[in-house]
């Protein structure tokens, strides 16, 4: 009885807790795969950059209506693939590097976002921006995420077999075929809808980390890519749901209590995972041989 208090009882006695795992799923469902191809792109940092580069266009939409999930879902929209395409039209002209580029654009972004929203917001609008609240989410929002899995997807579904590709071998790919360019523009669309999912339920903060820490789990526990994004997946659900037991059993905020778990997660991955873990490599014995 007391494991069912401290474990089920809240989301079947409140639907806010239902809403926010809802949520959770969601999250790792579009955005756990995404989070794998970023790391297997050495991409991770660049997921993060643009995390902080949707604050603005979120931030306008927060000016002109207030916290209106459609001003600020299409704000972050436009200024995430803004800073994308900003940030690759000046690595390609100018001798600075992608990653230094996006540096750039993310730290005014992040400034710009938090100005903006100081003009007109409290320090509770300010903290609900930075931070999310996913224990507050309505049924709209909970509906364009969901969404916005779904189409992940989808079109995940279709640019699969390039994307492998790619990670692996990118020179390869550009010679047998043309579907490296196109299907890397859809992934970068991807990483923004996602990042935006993961803004109104986390905070543009911690936007990134339910794509990122799983993907670094799988990392540890698989080579095959398949294999990868099915654990990531898993370890982000897992993530979530403890999370929002642990923020409702504690004081600890919703997200980054999920935040906290994944990194325990990671933690125990790195010490103990069976692909490259520490205690694997320092014990290689025929004991701990799959």
């Known amino acids: 009885m007391l494991i069912y208090d401290a474990l089920i009882a809240p989301f079947t006695d409140f639907e806010f807790m239902r809403r926010a795992l809802a949520a959770v799923i969601a999250l790792s ?12 792109r050495r991409m991770s940092l660049v997921g993060d950059a643009m995390a902080h580069a949707i604050l603005p266009g979120a931030a306008i939409g927060f000016l002109l209506s207030g916290l209106n999930l459609f001003a600020m879902t299409t704000g972050g929209l436009i200024a995430g693939f803004t800073v994308a395409i900003l940030a690759g039209v000046v690595a390609r002209t100018t001798e600075l ?11 005014v972004s992040l400034a710009l976002g938090v100005t903006i929203v100081s003009i007109k917001g409290t320090n ?9 609240n996913i224990l507050a989410m309505d049924d709209q929002t909970l509906l364009v995420i969901a969404f916005n899995a779904t189409i992940t997807l989808i079109v995940m579904a279709v640019i699969y077999r390039p994307l492998v590709i790619e990670s692996v071998d990118p020179v390869f790919l550009r010679t047998v075929s043309r579907a490296g360019a196109p299907s890397h523009l859809a992934f970068l669309a991807l990483v923004v809808i996602n990042l935006v999912n ?10 990134v980390g339910l794509m990122i820490l799983p993907a670094g789990i799988a990392r540890f526990w698989s080579r095959d890519i398949t294999g990868m994004i099915c654990i990531a997946v898993i370890s982000a659900m897992v993530s979530g749901y403890a999370g929002l037991v642990l923020s409702f059993q504690t004081s600890v905020p919703s997200g980054p209590a999920i935040i906290l778990v994944a990194a325990v997660f990671y933690v125990g991955s790195v010490l103990f995972g069976s692909v490259s873990g520490l205690f694997r490599q320092m014990f290689p014995g025929r004991h701990l041989e799959a």
């Open 29 to 40: 469902l579009g955005g756990a795969p995404i989070g794998v191809f970023l790391m297997l």
């Open 97 to 107: 590097k992608e990653d230094a580029s996006l540096a750039t654009f993310y730290l």
């Open 124 to 132: 509770i609008d300010l903290l609900h921006v930075l931070f999310g």
């Open 198 to 207: 993961g803004f109104h339920a986390l905070g543009t903060l911690l936007a």
